[in-house]
């Protein structure tokens, strides 16, 4: 990321989170947080404490930035720095999680929008050596329909963050956190059935440095600690574990179904 594409990133962040920009120049700024910037990037938690304890008026922050050396007033934001690297932290967290509209072209009637919920996540083998399988998985709120690949199914659209003219949420029948235990027990089903050969295998391995191991100290009365460093090293390189990670997600409002495409 070059200097000027920090510069535009950081305009457009604090903009699409409301923060007022009361200097503008290309290469520097002043910016007014607000509450909630103010609490996730300027570490001052125990003021915070203090002004929410005592019911008092916020004095919020304001942070002069350049990503110009040259630049006489700011703090210098260049790739790595820890501003920065505080902010793509923020990004991303806020980014998680979150809840999307089909556009529908207005009807001149109301339009039920159906929620779908969405996981998208990796599977992690791990062993002496590591394979990532990533999934995204769908499952209907209303009729508990799960489908693969569902961000590939709606990434045509061009989703929205509110809610579109004319259009109303259906309740779900399914709760989201009883559709995320749905999608956990499918996918913990699907690698159950998995052929496991891999981890036998590693199994093998592990067990077979284990026994050279112990045969080099078989002569030692009481092993040094390089012992228990080496066994620890081999068990951590062989022994085979399998890891699920969600990566996001959120709550999908459909007019369509994911199957038969988006208008």
């Known amino acids: 990321m070059q ?19 009361t200097e503008n120049s290309p290469y520097s700024m002043q910016v007014q947080l607000t509450e909630e910037l103010d609490k996730a990037l300027m570490n001052r938690p125990f003021y915070w404490h203090y002004i929410e304890k005592m019911g008092g008026q916020p004095n919020l922050a304001t942070l002069s930035l350049k990503t110009d ?14 501003r920065l690297h505080k902010i793509f932290s923020y990004v991303i967290e806020k980014g998680r999680f979150g809840q999307f509209f089909e556009p529908v072209p207005p009807e001149g009637k109301t339009v039920p929008l159906k929620p779908w919920l969405c996981l998208n996540g990796k599977i992690v083998y791990h062993c002496h050596q590591k394979k990532e399988e990533f999934f995204s998985i769908g499952l209907s709120l209303i009729t508990g329909e799960m489908l693969k690949e569902f961000h590939s199914l709606v990434k045509s659209s061009s989703l929205k963050v509110s809610i579109p003219d004319f259009c109303f949420t259906l ?60 066994k620890a090293s081999i068990t951590g390189l062989y022994a085979p574990s399998i890891q699920l990670d969600i990566i996001n997600g959120g709550i999908f409002y459909l ?9």
């Open 3 to 21: 200097q000027t594409e920090i510069c535009t990133f950081l305009k457009t962040f604090f903009s699409e989170n409301g923060c007022a920009i």
């Open 69 to 82: 050396p040259k630049e006489e007033e700011g703090e210098l934001i260049h790739f790595g720095s820890p």
């Open 171 to 230: 309740t779900p029948l399914i709760k989201p956190g009883s559709g995320i235990d749905r999608i956990h027990q499918y996918l913990f089903h699907t690698i159950e059935k998995e052929n496991h050969q891999w981890a036998e295998e590693a199994m093998c391995k592990m067990d077979k440095e284990l026994a050279l191991l112990e045969r080099f100290y078989a002569g030692t009365t009481e092993k040094p600690p390089s012992y228990e460093k080496e």
């Open 255 to 263: 007019h369509n179904h994911p199957l038969t495409g988006f208008s």
